[in-house]
């Protein structure tokens, strides 16, 4: 059995509901085998309060999550990534920064529910869609046998996931 715990970066443009999202699941679902972070190219500076508020539903701690940038994560002190998951469109389109040590990367987009317009309950909707489809992803990471893929059946099961329609 493996120990080792696989640090996974989400990174979305603004870092206020989707990456958010997926790095509270991930955390919670993904037990001691991972440790989730997210990040944005430009961040809101403020989480999503429908994507917070679902969270907290969901019996989720929240205190932790914030919206900050992804120059956090390209510094030497920062933790060693092995995986990089874009979850909007508009990230997967922009130049990185070099992430030290080459961490595995694929594109899940997702549509923004912060980008949904309406009343509180479609904003809800919204967010509550995108969780869905960010868990079946993270659930489908969650079941591959990572150490035992080379890395190229790796990233292509990676860059399926990010293909899977929930």
């Given at each position: 059995?493996?120990?080792?715990?696989y640090?996974?970066?989400?990174?979305?443009?603004?870092?206020?509901?989707r990456?958010i999202?997926?790095?509270a699941?991930?955390?919670h679902?993904?037990?001691?085998?991972?440790?989730?972070?997210?990040?944005?190219?430009?961040?809101?500076?403020?989480?999503n309060?429908?994507?917070r508020e679902?969270?907290e539903?969901?019996?989720?701690?929240t205190a932790?999550?914030?919206?900050k940038s992804?120059d956090?994560f390209?510094?030497?002190?920062?933790?060693r990534?092995?995986?990089?998951?874009?979850?909007?469109?508009n990230?997967?389109?922009?130049?990185?920064?070099v992430w030290?040590?080459?961490p595995?990367?694929a594109?899940?987009?997702?549509?923004d529910?912060?980008?949904?317009?309406?009343?509180d309950?479609a904003?809800r909707e919204?967010?509550?869609k995108?969780?869905?489809?960010?868990?079946?992803?993270?659930?489908?990471?969650?079941a591959?046998?990572?150490?035992?893929?080379?890395?190229?059946a790796?990233?292509d099961?990676?860059?399926?996931?990010g293909?899977e329609?929930?």
């Open positions: 059995m493996n120990d080792r715990i640090n996974v970066l989400f990174l979305c443009t603004g870092n206020s509901a990456s999202l997926a790095e699941l991930l955390n679902l993904g037990e001691e085998r991972f440790r989730a972070y997210s990040a944005g190219s430009r961040p809101t500076g403020t989480v309060p429908y994507a679902l969270l539903r969901q019996h989720l701690p932790q999550l914030r919206s992804w956090e390209a510094s030497a002190d920062a933790p990534l092995d995986f990089i998951f874009t979850v909007c469109d990230a997967a389109g922009e130049v990185c920064p030290p040590g080459q595995m990367t594109h899940w987009g997702v549509e529910p912060a980008a949904v317009g309406g009343d309950e904003r919204a967010v509550m995108a969780s869905i489809q960010l868990k079946r992803r993270i659930e489908l990471f969650l591959l046998p990572i150490d035992k893929l080379d890395a190229m790796l990233q099961k990676l860059d399926g996931i293909r329609k929930s």
